[in-house]
């Protein structure tokens, strides 16, 4: 059985930094591409970022173009989203996603596509 467990959020001011983690167990983590989306109060759950499993490609929302950056460790089966330059907009629940396939290359912001989610990570932005 596939988990994903996420940790990291957490409370922070306007321009901070923050750095979620997202543990991935039960398959074989190279085989998964990954994603990052994130859900605030009252809103549909959004795309942030995406990694393929090969790690050689990525995707961000536009919104986060800039700040957030996505990454994969191998060895430790985790992906990462760090977030810098952090705004109150940034503010919602944050879910790690995963997608197993064959297919390295294999990318995409489609929240539709994703099999495997996290329980989520708040993350709140002060102003």
């Known amino acids: 059985q596939v988990q994903l467990v996420e940790s990291g959020g957490g409370l922070v001011q306007t321009g901070g930094s923050l750095r979620l983690s997202c543990a991935v167990s039960?398959?074989?983590?190279?085989?998964?591409?990954m994603a990052w989306f994130r859900q605030a109060p009252g809103k549909d759950r959004e795309f942030v970022a995406a990694i393929n499993w090969s790690g050689d490609n990525t995707l961000d929302a536009d919104s986060v173009k800039g700040r957030f950056a996505i990454s994969r460790d191998g060895a430790t089966n985790t992906v990462y989203l760090q977030m810098n330059s952090l705004k109150p907009e940034d503010t919602a629940v944050y879910y790690c996603?995963?997608?197993?396939?064959?297919?390295?290359?294999?990318?995409?912001?489609?929240?539709?596509?994703?099999?495997?989610w996290g329980q989520g990570t708040q993350v709140t932005v002060s102003s």
């Open positions: 996603a995963a997608r197993l396939t064959y297919d390295s290359s294999w990318i995409t912001p489609h929240i539709e596509s994703y099999d495997y």
């Open positions: 039960g398959r074989t983590f190279s085989m998964f591409a």
